[in-house]
């Protein structure tokens, strides 16, 4: 994959109004080489690693990036990962300044794998990402997820597909 590129992301297929359904084509297995990517920072409230205002949260950012100009529609990714039990990190793929948001630059490698399943099975999975970062004989400094659709549209599509981003040492 090319420095700064995620796999294509199809958003043709949208019957929600939400979410668009997810293909996961090409998305498994593949490694992500980012240098000083952009992506807006966002932090959500939890409790017991349950998200309390990930919609607001995730509405209120989503617009100030399309106000902006910045979304990256083909190249769509938001990274999140549990700080702890009562916060998450979320980061969105942009292509410039937001104002009013925090931007952060990424850089680094990343393997990704995917899962279908109900979010409950985080735990698994994020140990299956570790896993695959040892078989690429790197390690993993973090692992990230890509939550591709809300649990309402998960629900009207029949699948909930989760893409796992494992950051490499």
Same mark, same amino acid.
């Given at each position: 994959m090319? =420095?700064?590129?995620?796999? &294509?992301?199809? $958003? ?9 359904? #997810? ?5 498994? *297995?593949?490694?992500l &080489?980012?240098?000083?990517?952009? #992506?807006?920072?966002?932090?959500t ?7 309390l ?5 995730? %509405? ?9 100009g ?15 039990p #009562? $916060?998450?990190? &979320? ?5 410039? @300044? /937001? ?5 952060r630059?990424?850089? *680094?490698d990343f393997?990704? %794998? /995917? ?10 999975? &994020?140990?299956?990402m ?14 990230? #997820?890509?939550?591709? =659709?809300? @649990? ?5 599509y029949?699948?909930?597909?989760? /893409?796992?981003?494992?950051?490499l040492?």
């Open positions: 090319k =420095t700064n590129e995620t796999p &294509h992301y199809d $958003s043709s297929f949208n019957s929600t109004g939400c979410c668009a359904r #997810f293909n996961p084509e090409g998305w498994d *297995g593949q490694e &080489h980012f240098t000083d990517k952009p #992506f807006v920072r966002a932090m409230r939890s409790l017991a690693y349950v998200p205002n990930m919609s607001g949260v995730f %509405g209120r950012v989503s617009e100030a990036i399309e106000d902006a910045a979304f990256a529609m083909d190249q769509y990714l938001v990274m999140s990962r549990d700080l702890s #009562f $916060s998450g990190e &979320h980061l969105f793929a942009v292509t410039g @300044p /937001v104002p009013g948001e925090e931007t630059l990424v850089s *680094g393997l990704t %794998g /995917v899962f279908e399943g109900p979010y409950r099975k985080v735990r698994e999975w &994020h140990t299956r570790l896993a695959a970062a040892r078989a690429k004989g790197r390690e993993a400094k973090d692992v990230w #997820f890509f939550y591709t =659709t809300c @649990p309402k549209c998960a629900q009207a029949g699948k909930n597909y989760v /893409v796992g981003l494992a950051e040492d």
